[in-house]
T-cell receptor
Framework: DAGVIQSPRHEVTEMGQEVTLRCKPI?????LFWYRQTMMRGLELLIY????????DSGMPEDRFSAKMPNASFSTLKIQPSEPRDSAVYFC????????????FGPGTRLLVL | GENVEQHPSTLSVQEGDSAVIKCTYS??????FPWYKQELGKRPQLIID?????GEKKDQRIAVTLNKTAKHFSLHITETQPEDSAVYFC???????????FGKGTRLSVIA
């Protein structure tokens, strides 16, 4: 099993540019989570999906952030336009279902907005 | 909603000593409590978990205890080694179809 896959692993962009982060959950996992991690705020849950449907996006910081899950094997997190304060590590995680337990994290995308 | 408090935020121990990290939770209906270890620049990885019908679980040098009455759970690492240095996160899962709620993390440093 390849585990949760994220791309890109590193992204450097300039303020105002659009950023798209990608995630492939573990096959068979029905729940997918997007987190943001910074030194100041720790690990924050941004949004999560169950069976490709967004369940709770209350953690999304602003309208500049959006997330989609068009199918069971792919999700994107988009920031448009990006700002320097968006610089963080973004993790995707999946688990077998919302009622499932063990949650697995991807390697993360380290985003730097200049 | 569920709230998880984790203490201490930083912990330094001498190699070979034990380390204890404590968490409290607020929702008495929470029934699953995992612990994650995050090494520098890496992803959080599950190291041990416990369910609400169990009071203690051990895996080699790590153990977790759960006190449902007091709503707290703890991670115990014995015979610490330098490779145990990392940030450790506790989490709780409220009942039903909800995400894990994480603590703020504990940065453990094991001094050789």
């Amino acid at each position: 099993d390849a585990g949760v896959i994220q791309s890109p692993r590193h992204e450097v962009t300039e303020m105002g540019q659009e950023v798209t982060l990608r995630c492939k959950p573990i096959s068979g996992h029905n729940s997918l989570f997007w987190y943001r991690q910074t030194m100041m705020r720790g690990l924050e849950l941004l949004i999560y999906f169950n069976n490709n449907v967004p369940i709770d996006d209350s953690g999304m910081p602003e309208d500049r952030f959006s997330a989609k899950m068009p199918n069971a094997s792919f999700s994107t997190l988009k920031i448009q336009p990006s700002e320097p304060r968006d610089s963080a590590v973004y993790f995707c995680a999946s688990r077998p279902g919302l009622a499932g337990e063990t949650q697995y994290f991807g390697p993360g995308t380290r985003l730097l907005v200049l | 909603g569920e709230n998880v408090e984790q203490h201490p935020s930083t912990l330094s121990v001498q190699e070979g000593d034990s380390a204890v990290i404590k968490c409290t939770y607020s929702d008495s209906a929470s029934n699953y409590f995992p612990w994650y270890k995050q090494e520098l620049g890496k992803r959080p990885q599950l190291i041990i978990d416990i369910r609400s019908n169990v009071g203690e679980k051990k895996d080699q040098r790590i153990a977790v205890t759960l006190n449902k009455t007091a709503k707290h759970f703890s991670l115990h690492i014995t015979e610490t080694q330098p490779e145990d240095s990392a940030v450790y996160f506790c989490a709780a899962r409220p009942s039903g179809n909800t995400p894990l709620v994480f603590g703020k993390g504990t940065r453990l440093s094991v001094i050789a």
